[in-house]
């Protein structure tokens, strides 16, 4: 009878292995597709550049701004600036975070915090942190830490909301339990608080990211003497388009970067999502 089935194709470690290999043909073909867009999108600028259809003074052609990219690496200007950056980005967004979800995870927790906290937070969010920027330089100055400051301040809504969303949205029955088992105040914030609102909270910590990136850009436009977005506006303003064209890509490559790796910590931390 085995051996019937097997004849047949329904031998069961037969059919998972055939099963297993379509999985992995659609990933790689997922994977491709990922890759192949991009690729697609520059192929069509070359070619659009090239043929004189778009006017190669505002739209040079991705190879001349390659060659760009490399001359700036070699002289080291590059690196500076990146540098630069990515130190105010990193510094920024943990001084977003971290008391984005300290004070999330509070709010959500305690019911009076939430009431007297809410308010602030509700009034501040939709002023754009950008707006308040001429403030921030009066108050810290012109150097990095207006900077830090600034993405911070981005950063830290977004994480918060979606902090307290997540521990509101904690199945009562935890809290239930936790409280029943005497579960003290440290093991009830980092056992069950903290673990609950850790998939909406990483949503939020995602938003985050992309904020950083852009507040960067608009910060470092603005009484800044390096950094991408010293390089980004300093080369419009020369027409230089294809250094402005570099910088751009940067935030692009590092919006991308700093996605993929949150998303690879997300699948470590909570591998069933």
Do not use: C
């Given at each position: 009878?085995?051996?019937?089935?097997?004849?047949?194709?329904?031998?069961?470690?037969?059919?998972?292995?055939?099963?297993?290999?379509?999985?992995?043909?659609?990933?790689?073909?997922?994977?491709?597709?990922?890759?192949?867009?991009?690729?697609?999108?520059?192929?069509?600028?070359?070619?659009?550049?090239?043929?004189?259809?778009?006017?190669?003074?505002?739209?040079?052609?991705?190879?001349?701004?390659?060659?760009?990219?490399?001359?700036?690496?070699?002289?080291?200007?590059?690196?500076?600036?990146?540098?630069?950056?990515?130190?105010?980005?990193?510094?920024?967004?943990?001084?977003?975070?971290?008391?984005?979800?300290?004070?999330?995870?509070?709010?959500?927790?305690?019911?009076?915090?939430?009431?007297?906290?809410?308010?602030?937070?509700?009034?501040?969010?939709?002023?754009?942190?950008?707006?308040?920027?001429?403030?921030?330089?009066?108050?810290?100055?012109?150097?990095?830490?207006?900077?830090?400051?600034?993405?911070?301040?981005?950063?830290?809504?977004?994480?918060?909301?979606?902090?307290?969303?997540?521990?509101?949205?904690?199945?009562?029955?935890?809290?239930?339990?936790?409280?029943?088992?005497?579960?003290?105040?440290?093991?009830?914030?980092?056992k069950i608080a903290l673990p609950g609102a850790m998939p909406v909270?990483?949503?939020?910590?995602?938003?985050?990211q992309a904020i950083a990136l852009?507040?960067?850009?608009?910060?470092?436009?603005?009484?800044?003497?390096?950094?991408?977005?010293?390089?980004?506006?300093?080369?419009?303003?020369?027409?230089?388009?294809?250094?402005?064209?570099?910088?751009?890509?940067?935030?692009?490559?590092?919006?991308?970067?700093?996605?993929?790796?949150?998303?690879?910590?997300?699948?470590?931390?909570?591998?069933?999502?």
């Open positions: 009878m085995e051996k019937k089935e097997a004849e047949f194709g329904h031998d069961p470690f037969e059919v998972e292995q055939r099963e297993w290999r379509k999985r992995q043909t659609k990933e790689r073909l997922k994977q491709m597709l990922t890759i192949a867009s991009p690729i697609f999108l520059l192929l069509v600028w070359e070619f659009l550049s090239r043929t004189g259809l778009i006017d190669v003074r505002f739209f040079p052609p991705p190879t001349a701004i390659v060659t760009t990219f490399w001359g700036m690496i070699s002289s080291g200007v590059l690196a500076e600036h990146i540098g630069v950056s990515l130190y105010r980005i990193f510094l920024g967004f943990l001084l977003g975070v971290i008391p984005g979800v300290v004070i999330g995870l509070l709010m959500g927790l305690y019911s009076p915090i939430r009431h007297f906290v809410s308010p602030i937070v509700m009034a501040l969010m939709p002023i754009p942190t950008l707006a308040l920027l001429p403030i921030i330089i009066i108050l810290f100055g012109i150097g990095d830490l207006s900077k830090v400051i600034t993405i911070a301040g981005s950063v830290f809504f977004p994480v918060v909301i979606n902090t307290v969303a997540g521990v509101i949205n904690i199945d009562s029955i935890y809290l239930d339990v936790a409280k029943n088992y005497g579960a003290g105040r440290v093991n009830f914030f980092l909270m990483l949503e939020g910590i995602q938003m985050g852009l507040t960067i850009v608009a910060a470092e436009m603005m009484g800044a003497t390096s950094g991408i977005g010293f390089l980004i506006w300093t080369s419009y303003k020369a027409f230089l388009l294809q250094e402005m064209y570099v910088g751009l890509i940067l935030i692009s490559f590092f919006g991308y970067l700093f996605s993929l790796l949150l998303r690879g910590i997300q699948k470590k931390i909570l591998p069933w999502r």
